[in-house]
């Protein structure tokens, strides 16, 4: 089954889960500011993947390279 046949729904009847929203897990969380080659990076890949349609196209193209800006500011 490909991810883009779940839903919320049948996670939550499938794996016995609860969802808990009013929680603010992020609230306290700062903000940081992205590099210049990220902000160009995304400026190009994000219209490419969203052309595509996909949701590897949406990985590859958008969420790859933000988990690298954030890996390489940890390191």
Known sequence: ??????????????????VIEDQ???SQ??????????????AYNIPLAMAIGTEKARSELII?????AMASQTA
Request: aromatic share 10%; glycine share 0%.
């Open 1 to 18: 089954m490909s991810y883009s046949d779940f839903t919320l729904k049948k996670a939550k009847d499938a794996f016995a889960l609860t």
């Open 64 to 68: 790859a390279n933000i988990l690298l």
């Open 24 to 26: 603010d897990l992020f």
């Open 29 to 42: 969380t700062a903000e940081i500011s992205i590099s210049m080659h990220l902000s160009e990076t995304l």
